[in-house]
Structures are given as C-alpha cells and as structure tokens.
C-alpha cells in the first residue's frame, strides 16, 4: 500500500493485463505509436508461459513452452528483439524412436529426410515429396491470414465485406481443383490425411506427432490435419531460427520484449494482481488492484484468457447475458501436462545411432497412430494416458547456459493429461503417479535414465493453472477446433480483439490466430486499438 | 479398345443398380420421355431397400427399416400411393430406454413433449430444437440440390453459391452466428451447452452419429446432426411403409415402368464399356452388350470407377483418389424372429410401435465408438430397435413378432475376422436386449446378424457402408465422392452416378438420383 499511493489513480493511455508473450507484444506496438502504457502482472516474474525458472539450483527450466516455433519474423524485426537479447538457436530434426528398438529421425534437409523415410518404405519416401509441396501449398495460402484481423461474415461493413472479398480472392486464385484440396484439408484428420500419402505406421505416427499437441482431440479427429501446417510454417519464412530455441530459454523471449518495451518507455509492475477491470458508464476507467489500488486509463487490454477475463476480472452487469453464456461455452479444457527434468549428464538412447544430430531435436516414443489415439481415449475418460505421446528435447546440449558444466536439462511435453481426474482433483500422490508414468515411458528407451534424475518437476494441467493463470492449463488459451477459429474466435461477433465494453479489448491466444509461442493475437489487437484511436480523432 | 458383340435394344439411358436411388433416376428419365433400362444383378429390385423372409413366416426390412427422409413432393411426384405404397404407421415417436429408471419419452419428430428429463432440460428442449430446425430449414436447399462448383465461370454455379450464402445470411445475425460456430463442432460439446439428463444427451446424439463413422466427441457430428433434418425440410418424422422398405422400392419400380422404364433382374454388369473415351453402354456378366450413350451407376463410387470402368479409363489423380475414399460400415443389422411381444421394463405399450433407442449416454456411445477405431466391436453397443410388426401384423405369423434393430458399432474391417465372431456378437447383442426386455432371448426363434461384410457381399455395397462413403466433411457437398465427380457427372464422357456415394449421402432419400436424372436432362444427351 505504501509505495503505490503515488501511482494509485495515475492515469495511462493503456493498460495491459498479463505480461505474457502477446501482452507484451501489444505493449511494444502501442508504445512505439507513442502511448503511455502500463503493463501489469500477478506474479512476481514476467513472461506467462514463456519463462526460464530457475526452481532446482543452477539449473535453468524452460518450464511452461520449450519451443520458439512460431514467433512471426516482422515481430522480431520491428520490434528490435535480436537487439535486446534475444538469439535464436536453430535445432535440426528429431526422432522418433521405435519399441523394436529403431527409429525414425527427421531432417530439415528435404533430401536427407527422403532418404531416411526409404529406410522405412521406398513407397513412402516417393510420396513424401508430394505430401511436402501439398503442405506447403496450403501454408502459402495460410501464411499472410495469421497477421489480419478476421472479418464478420454477418456483418455488411466495407471492412468486412472486404476482408471477406480478400479471402474470396486468395481463395479463388488457387484454381478449381486446389480449392478443393484446401477444403478438404481444413476438414480432414491428420491420420486420413496422412493415409492418403504414406503407408508406413512409423512415418504417419510421426508427421502425426505436432497435430494433437494442446488439443482436446485424437489424430482420428477431423479437424486435426490443418496443425500439421506448424511444422512447415517456418520454412515458409526462409528464416533461419524460426524453429528453434531462445539462448537462456524461453525466458528470454518475454525479457527482450520487455526490454524492449521499456526502451519505449513502457512501464511494467510485476505483484500486481489485477482485480477487476472497472466499468463506469458503459465503458472502461481503468483496473483495480487486489489491494485495492485504482490505476486508471481509457484502454484496457487484457493477455488473460477469455473465462478468466470476462467471468473473473469483470462483473457480470456490465455484459451481455448471451455473450457470457458463450463466455462459458468457450471451449478451453486441459489436455497437456509437462515435466521438467534436471539431469546428471546425457542420458543413453540406444535406438538413436551414436553420433547422430538427432538427439539433439525433438524426441518422441510413440510409433503407431493407434498408440497416438489410445492415449487420447484415456484422456476422455478422465484419467492421463497410459502410454503417452511425449515431445521430449535437451536444450541444454546446444545452449550449455542453462545448466552447470556436464549435466542437462530435459524438457517433457505430455499429451494427454487431464485438468480434473474421474475419480476426483489431482493431489501429490496422483501427480506423482502421473510422473511416474512419463519416466518409465521415457525409461524404455533410456537404460541409464532414472539414475541420472537429480530433480523432476510435474506440472499437470491444474499446476499450469494456478502458475500461470492458464484456465484449465489449456496452452492455446481455448481450443483450436473449427468452432472457435477465426471469425469464430474467441466468440462470434467478438473475433476483431473487441470486447462488448467500449475501451476493453483482448489480445491473448484466446483471438485468432491463437496459440504458440507467435505474438500475432498481440500485434493484431495493438493494431485494432490504433485503428480505434485514429477513428476517434 | 474392345469390340463389343452385336447388341440388343438401344436404349437412351442404362441406369446400373436397382436399389431406391436407382429407380428414382429411372422414373424421372423415363417420365421426360428417355427409354431407361435398369439392371439389377439381384433377384428383385431395392438394394439396401428391401424387404426378406429371413425365417420361414417372417419378414423384415433387411437394412433400411425406416423411412424419414424422402419428400413427400417425390411421393407425390412419382405418384406412389397409386402404386401400391402405403404407410403401416407415418409417425412413429422415439423413446430412450434405460436400465435404470423410466424410459425418455421425446414424442414424434422434434416437436414431440418430452417425459422423464429434468426439468431444467424439459424447459431448455424446445428452443434448442426450434433452433436446428431453422438452421436445418435454411440448408434444406443446399442438401438436397446439386453442389455447386468452385471456381468455374458458369454463372449458374456462381448463382448457386449466393443463394445459399443469401439463405444463410437470411437467418438472421444470431443464428447465421450459430450456424458457423456449430457446423463443425461435434454433438457432445453442442448438447453439454444446453442439457444435463445423460439418457436425453444420449438420445439426441445418437442421431448425429447413426450410420456415421463418428463417435459424439467427433467434429463434424453436428454437421451429421443437421443433414438428417435438413433432408426433411427441418424434422425427420419417422414412418413405417406397409410391407416394409422393399414396399417403397417396389412401388418406386411400379412407377418407372408405368412411365416407361425397363428393369431386369438377375442381371450383372461386368463393365461399362466406353469407345474413344465416351460411355458406349455395358456388358453384361452372361456377355451381352446393351447400347446406350448415357449410363447411370447407382453402385458405390469404388465400384464404379476402379469395378465396373477399370483404372485404366482414369487419369491417376482421380484414380488415387477414388481408391483413397474411405468406405467403412460400422453399422450391423439384427433380426430376430419372436414367439411373443417383447416387453421393455417400464415401456408403455403405444411405444412399441415406435422407434426405441439404446444408448445410456454421450459417454456410453463414445466407449462405444472407441473400440471401432481399432477394429473391434463394442462390447456395449448401442441400438436403433423397431418391432415392425405390431404396426404391420404381414410381416410375422399371428400373435408372433419381428425385431429389428441397427447396431452400432460394429466394424467391416474387424481385426478378429467376422466369420469367427459373428456368433459372439450376436450372442452379446441379444445380452444386452435382454437386459431392457426380460424373456426376450427365450422367445427368440430365429437370429439373423448382417455384419458390414455381410451387407457388403450381398447388397453389393464396397465397405458395407449404407453411406457408400464415410459422411465426413472431406467426402461431403462439392467433394463428395470426389472433385470432379462431385455433380454427378464424372470424368468420362456419358457416365453418371447417382447413389449413395454422391451427393448427399445415403439414407432412404432418393434425393441423389433425382439430382442425376436432373442432370442427365439438363445435358441434352440423348
């Protein structure tokens, strides 16, 4: 209460709630047009799901995403991130490694992966190429989407008719036949889609992988083949580092944000656990603090999701009954947990040839779509996956800044794990147990790894929750299912970054284009509320 | 290539297959003044519409035993009741049976009272019902039209896909909101949104995933959902021909002959036969050759394309994807022949002559549903169960009845293999009847099962599949079967389709080989 008498009631020209990737982002953009903005946030450390905690001695955890997979090259460039710190250390390929004891590895070299599919099916590596340029035609056709603001498809505004009209065009100008294949794509499951190519269980399981991370479906669900598109998303960009880690973790993304946010004068206040979002005559005034405290500005800009937005930071009176109700209806549910590992050295992998860069890209032990898929069944049930899809990486073989000299620092995204169990809430025995479950599957592989165990933290969807402010642990912010993308997204006739209430708006992953670790929901809600502020002068 | 031997009769049109689609496209040609031959490898005419003595005395609708989706216009137009079409009972209400409570009574159609939900769901049921049937009511054009195409100059395509973007913006910026968030979700996410009582949730599901290849938690499902109220103008009421399904298709046979038709039994097509890559007419299994430069395949599109033309008549991109297009039943067909009226614990006595459901819950039909996925049967399936016979006493001797239930799920490509498991399924199916109708299996005299290889060996139908192909997003509407063949016109010059595989699926709608007889019109062959 002391230090922040002199603040209480200052006024901003914006606030930004939540000082994760996105928010931060937004905060940049509006700083450089020339704004006052205050970025506040709950926990005493900034950054949301992109941090580097430091929560077993010198060891440092990339401990929420692990990844920098997708963050938008414009975003870098403008906002200066290389300048503040921020390196990005490209990783090569990947494995999966197999029961029998093989494995499949990945390459970023479109030949060398050929090569290594024959190894598998001579039939499968003829098809890869086509399957490749399939894929990349549709990424083409997605990539200038994710940076634009959806239009209204009810709405007869100029601006949306043609946004509309824009998308007809892109749409149109693939010819007959590619239209088609894009509808079909869109609507397809990753494991039909994926038939339609390949033919061994060991390439499909594989490529299958990255389309089920943070979703609440199976590889058998419609709806899932479009994710693959993250995979070549980067090589669209022709830049090297779009898939990568950040040197420091992922940490250091959200640190060079902020520095550079700061270097626009930009204010942050970590501990500062928004309240309410406050609304005096039908528009907003400000936040109040959990403590009270009053900070006022004309523009409110939360990075929360959805749910915890507009049923927890603001009172129901202020909206409209149907828009909380699709409020409530917004799908966000947890599916992933996650375990960070501090390791006494390099554990073996005995199905990864000796040598091979592999080890040092993402790792993965399920090798049929129907391993894939009864790991979702369980998750239906209400119970974590029994054999579970696991996306395992060691950064600290490239960035040894993480770790002390020798050991390692292991990384361990899990699908499926539920936010609540059938037979009632998580407790430290059943998060144990669900641990367990990941460390004898990792253990299978690796006939040295327990023993090299010096610590393991267990996140499960509930942990990520209560940490992050995460509702459900759900990474994505909702889900990113036909009926919550694009002008579907969050709710319908709320998908520009608009709230009901005039001067709050959102920019979390809970808007298009949604989540990872991208930073487009944060510049496009940035740019909505300049567009704004130009129409109101 | 081939020379054909000297041919037969001459015929405008040679429409292959006799099932319901089939006949439809015949009656419509032969009324526009076409000479139509129709060739049925069976011995009667139907395909999956047919109605079979499966035990000496008793009769049932050997696939199909329902009728909710032909329009009362095609009744009318093809003048059916004049042909010996007449409902045993035209609006048959559904009840959801449970094993531990009373029964869910939904009425007839979606406007029926619901007995035994909760209250809260009681008031919430009719304004979620009110809703699909607007949304349905708008689509009802675009499911039961020819597809437009994408990206052509033809201004009746550019046409097409404003009229339905205008149908759909008419709706009202509400519901056109609802329609785009809902048309890809799955059943489940959309009934947990608006009901709590699991017997209700259940009921309404099952509809979005009967005869689909889906489980409740599967997108698209809602999409299902919609198709089958759309066909129907909003609701599906279910009806019960006289005679059973084999009643309709025989009075749709009666129809195209008195307009003109010719149909033959008894007599397979080997291949249709093409000269310098326009259809020529076909050849029979006995070897004749039947000229014709228009010919109709009602059969599945695999059997069309990679059977009855060959791959070779194909370029390999529309040759990939006919054989990557996925056909696989999961819906089983129960017969049981009955010394007695079966009794359901705690039904009332009117519903029996209604269509009963089986299907406890969401949660139930997805633990369902999940064993599929790996080729195995259900070891709690779910059931769509009619007693035909207490509406239509022809159908059994007196005082002894007919069952017939659908069950899902139970896959073509059964990993254990059918012949072996065919008996222990049965035997599991009729477990659990008795459950729900204590003394049934003691009155069981005779048991037929038609597991999808069944259906597929003799209906002649790839996969087993009353769809033909799996009704999923990337098979439907201007995809469906595949682009190219997508308005039931095809590749090949002369070829047409017109069953199930098109347009808008399957189901007893005739709505396919309406469109097909439209187009065949509309291109002036002759």
Wanted: aromatic content about 8%; hydrophobic content about 40%.
């Amino acid at each position: 209460m002391v230090g922040s008498t002199q603040d209480s009631r200052r006024r901003h020209d914006a606030i930004i709630v939540g000082a994760g990737h996105n928010g931060l982002v937004a905060a940049c953009y509006l700083a450089r047009a020339g704004l006052d903005v205050l970025v506040l946030e709950r926990n005493a450390y900034i950054g949301g799901a992109a941090v580097s905690r430091k929560l077993y001695k010198d060891f440092t955890y990339s401990n929420c995403s692990y990844v920098c997979s997708l963050l938008r090259p414009e975003i870098m460039r403008t906002l200066e991130l290389p300048r503040y710190g921020l390196q990005i250390i490209p990783y090569e390929g990947g494995c999966t490694m197999m029961r029998n004891g093989g494995h499949l590895a990945l390459y970023d070299n479109h030949d060398a992966l050929r090569r290594e599919i024959a190894r598998h099916s001579a039939r499968d590596a003829e098809a890869y190429d086509r399957y490749a340029r399939d894929v990349m035609r549709q990424c083409r056709f997605i990539k200038p989407l994710l940076m634009r603001e959806p239009p209204d498809p009810t709405s007869f505004k100029p601006r949306d008719l043609g946004e509309l009209l824009y998308l007809a065009r892109r749409f149109h100008g693939m010819g007959e036949e590619r239209m088609y294949d894009t509808l079909r794509f869109w609507t397809m499951s990753c494991a039909d889609f994926l038939d339609e190519y390949f033919e061994s269980a060991i390439v499909k399981a594989h490529f299958a992988g990255s389309s089920i991370i943070g979703t609440a479906l199976g590889p058998r669900s419609p709806g899932t083949a479009y994710v693959l598109l993250h995979h070549y998303m980067g090589d669209i960009d022709n830049t090297v580092g779009a898939w990568g880690f950040a040197r420091g973790g992922m940490g250091a993304i959200t640190a060079a944000l902020a520095a550079s946010f700061q270097a626009s004068s930009g204010s942050i206040r970590s501990a500062a656990d928004v309240r309410e979002i406050l609304v005096r005559h039908g528009r907003t005034v400000g936040v109040a603090l959990a403590d009270g405290e009053e900070i006022h500005a004309p523009i409110v800009i939360s990075n929360l999701d959805v749910r915890r937005t507009f049923l927890k930071t603001m009172r129901a009176e202020h909206l409209p009954d149907e828009f909380l109700r699709q409020v409530r209806n917004f799908k966000i549910r947890g599916s992933s947990g996650k375990l960070n590992i501090a390791l006494d050295g390099m554990p073996d992998f005995p199905a990864i040839p000796a040598g091979s860069p592999t080890i040092r890209g993402d790792l993965h032990v399920t090798d049929t779509i129907e391993m894939m898929e009864r790991a979702y069944d369980d998750w239906k049930e209400g119970r974590w996956s029994r054999a579970p899809y696991i996306d395992m990486l060691i950064p600290s073989q490239i960035d040894p800044t993480l770790v002390p000299h020798g050991k390692h620092y292991m990384s361990v995204f899990v699908q499926y794990c539920p936010y609540r169990l059938a037979d009632g809430e998580w407790t430290a025995q059943k998060r144990a147990a669900f641990g367990a479950t990941v460390i004898d599957t990792i253990a299978a592989h690796s006939p040295n790894f327990k023993d090299l165990i010096l610590h393991a933290e267990i996140r499960t969807p509930w942990d990520i929750e209560n940490e992050v402010g995460l509702t459900e642990g759900n990474i994505f912010q909702g889900e990113l299912t036909l009926d919550q993308l694009l002008f579907n997204r969050p709710i319908p006739g709320y998908a520009q970054y608009r709230s009901p209430v005039r001067g709050v708006y959102m920019c979390g992953s809970s808007t298009h284009p949604g989540g990872g670790v991208m930073g487009a929901p944060g510049a496009n809600a940035a740019r909505a509320v300049l567009r704004d502020l130009r129409k109101a002068h | 290539m081939t020379t054909a031997v000297s041919t037969d009769a001459r015929y405008d049109c040679i429409v292959i297959g006799g099932g319901h689609n089939g006949l439809v496209c015949a009656a419509y040609l032969a009324r526009s003044g076409r000479s139509v031959l129709v060739l049925e490898a069976a011995a009667r005419v139907g395909g999956a519409a047919v109605t079979r003595e499966f035990a000496p005395g008793y009769q049932v609708s050997s696939c199909a035993h329902l009728l909710h989706l032909m329009p009362q216009a095609m009744i009318k137009e093809l003048d059916l009741g004049a042909h010996g079409f007449k409902l045993a009972n035209a609006a048959m209400p559904t009840t959801a049976l449970s094993l531990g409570g009373a029964p869910l009574a939904l009425g007839v159609g979606d406007s029926g009272d619901l007995t035994g939900a909760s209250r809260a769901d009681t008031l919430a049921y009719p304004a979620y019902t009110a809703r699909l049937r607007r949304l349905a009511r708008a689509l009802h054009p675009i499911i039961t039209g020819v597809p437009p195409r994408l990206g052509t100059d033809a201004w009746s395509d550019r046409l097409a896909l404003l009229r339905m973007g205008w149908r759909i913006r008419r709706l009202g910026r509400a519901d056109m909101r609802e329609l785009l968030r809902i048309v890809g979700m799955n059943v489940y996410d959309l009934l947990e949104e608006h009901f709590d009582t699991p017997l209700l949730k259940g009921a309404l599901g099952f509809d979005a995933v009967l005869g689909t290849n889906f489980g409740p938690r599967t997108p698209g499902t809602v999409l299902a959902l919609l198709y089958r109220l759309a066909a129907h103008e909003g609701s599906s009421i279910l009806a019960q021909p006289l005679g059973g399904l084999g009643a309709l298709s025989d009075a749709l046979a009666t129809s195209a002959i008195a307009a003109g038709a010719t149909i033959r039994t008894g007599a397979q097509v080997r291949r249709i036969s093409l000269q310098e890559d326009r259809v020529q007419g076909v050849v029979l299994q006995s070897g004749q050759a039947i000229a014709a430069p228009v010919v109709i395949s009602s059969c599945d599109p695999k059997t069309t394309f990679l059977g009855l033309l060959g791959s070779n008549q194909l370029d390999t991109g529309f040759v990939r994807r006919v054989s990557h297009l996925r056909s696989r039943g999961l819906a089983a067909k129960l017969h049981l022949a009955l010394d007695a009226r079966p009794t359901f614990t705690g039904l009332a006595a009117e519903a029996l002559a209604g269509r009963l459901l089986i299907a406890p819950s969401l949660e139930a039909i997805e633990r369902a549903y999940n064993h599929a996925k790996y080729g195995e049967f259900s070891a709690e399936p779910i059931f769509e169960i009619t007693v035909p016979s207490v509406s239509d006493p022809t159908l059994a001797p007196p005082g002894k009845h007919v069952l017939s239930a659908i069950i899902q799920y139970a896959p073509y490509a059964l990993a254990a293999g059918w012949d072996r498991q065919q008996q222990h399924f049965t035997d599991l199916a009729v477990d659990v009847l008795e459950r729900y109708a204590p003394g049934l299996r003691a009155s069981i005299s005779c048991a037929e099962l038609l597991t999808p290889l069944d259906i597929e060996r003799q209906f002649r139908i790839t996969g087993g599949h009353w769809h033909h192909v799996d009704l999923a997003f990337d098979q439907f509407f201007m995809v469906r079967p595949v682009p190219g063949a997508a308005q039931y016109e095809t590749p090949v010059a002369g070829l047409y389709l017109c069953g199930a595989g098109c347009h808008p699926g399957g189901g007893v709608m005739g709505a396919a080989g309406r469109n097909a007889a439209q187009q065949v019109l509309k291109s002036g062959a002759r």
